[in-house]
């Protein structure tokens, strides 16, 4: 066995083939190109889709959205509301199954640009995203907003 063979799994870390970020990944890509069906196939059984965490205009409640019927009401809220969507992350930090990105999520809709800044959370299980979670904050996003 070479030494990286023995290291421990939080070490010498393969950033480009880790579960989560394959799966973030794909979870990007088929947000930018509106693949509605792709980005919920994307999703285990049981996901839980949270953008933003805690209450928001998509969800008052702030209990997430559950499961596929739910991520895809979550989808019908707010991607598809929009004209495109970019991910500007700056940096990525991956623990266990999870990976973490800092940046922005820079929404186009209705001629405006809007520009959620914070950190953007992926896991992922057997391949596939168990949780999507997104810390930003609403009313800074919301001032954001201006003329494309």
Partial sequence: MTAAEEAPAYLNIDRENHPAV???????????????????DNFAP???VQDPVGPSMFDPEGVGFRGYDRISE???????????????????????NEVAYIGSIVTHIAG??????????????????????????VERTINSVRKA
């Fill in 112 to 137: 405006h640009v809007s520009e959620a800044r914070g950190v953007f959370t992926y896991h992922a299980d057997s391949g596939r995203l168990s949780a999507l979670r997104a810390y930003w904050e």
């Fill in 22 to 40: 394959v799966a973030g990944r794909r979870s990007r890509e088929f947000v930018e190109s509106r693949d509605k069906q792709a980005w919920i």
């Fill in 74 to 96: 979550f989808w019908d809220k707010s991607i598809a509301a929009t004209e495109s969507i970019e991910f500007r992350f700056d940096e990525e930090i991956i623990c266990g």
């Fill in 46 to 48: 049981d996901a839980i």
